[in-house]
């Protein structure tokens, strides 16, 4: 969560007229990457833990991509996008991470099911 204050302070010093634009979207992206983790966290199954996972990765993506809009817009430094970049990709890698040991340790406990 401090990534999504990061983000809301970083934005904060945007045009006012991007309020309602890039503003309220990178906000919204980076909100909903870890809202979708607890979210997912609170369901029934990995499987739809899973789900909500790629939902947060979509997320993240949104907000890739935003940064990057928001850097040639002069909108964020060259040091705030390389500072907030890496951390958005080791994000990412953590959430691929999780997805996978989610996924494979669900193999593990169905193969061991089947072999009852």
Do not use: C, H
């Amino acid at each position: 969560m401090k990534f999504v204050v990061e983000i809301y302070q970083e934005t904060s010093k945007f045009p006012k007229e991007e309020i309602f634009g890039i503003t309220s979207q990178m906000r919204r992206s980076a909100i909903s990457i870890s809202s979708n983790i607890a979210e997912g966290s609170g369901r029934q199954t990995d499987k739809e833990f899973i789900q909500f996972l790629y939902y947060s990765l979509g997320s993240k993506e949104e907000l890739d991509t935003q940064l990057i809009i928001a850097k040639q817009l002069n909108y964020i430094t060259q040091n705030s996008f390389d500072r907030l970049s890496p951390q958005l990709e080791t994000i990412g890698k953590l959430l691929n991470g999780l997805i996978k040991y989610l996924k494979t340790s669900n193999k593990t406990i169905n193969q061991k099911k089947q072999t009852s």
